[in-house]
């Protein structure tokens, strides 16, 4: 199965317009990337909302100024973007709750790759960025 992801022109325009976005898999280990670019998109005016079950609601209060969530269904506003931090295997559900939660955009970082999830996040009107990172594009696109 072949996937490709959007244009550059659409990619640079998710990020020129910051919204809310959820990071799935956000860790509070200031080592890891996936607070690194949650804390970018937050200096980049996104909304950043940490999704991780592991945390407490607390747990990235003094990074991203908003409570932690244990899965994308429990986050009570709407979110425009989600940000995948989880191996490939979840993706699918993953991609799934982003369908349900409403999300326009599903962006799976590097290394984070179902075709098939991808697919079906399509078909369901999303626009997928796959295996690409946030902070490398911002790097290249601006």
């Not at 075709?115 to 997928?128: C, F, H, I, P, T």
């Not at 946030?134 to 290249?140: C, G, K, T, V």
């Amino acid at each position: 199965m072949e996937f490709s992801n959007p244009p550059d022109t659409e990619i640079r325009e998710i990020l020129a317009h910051p919204a809310t976005v959820a990071v799935v898999g956000c860790s509070d280990n200031p080592a890891r990337d996936s607070l690194r670019i949650a804390i970018l998109l937050r200096r980049k005016g996104f909304r950043v909302i940490p999704v991780n079950p592991q945390l407490k609601p607390d747990a990235l209060m003094d990074a991203l100024a908003e409570r932690c969530y244990p899965d994308l269904a429990s986050i009570p506003d709407p979110v425009q973007m989600v940000d995948v931090f989880r191996r490939s295997e979840y993706l699918p559900e993953i991609a799934e709750a982003a369908v349900a939660k409403g999300a326009r955009v599903l962006w799976c970082q590097l290394g984070v790759i179902d075709v098939k999830a991808a697919k079906r996040a399509r078909a369901a009107g999303m626009m997928v960025v796959m295996d690409r990172c946030p902070a490398i594009e911002y790097a290249r696109l601006f």
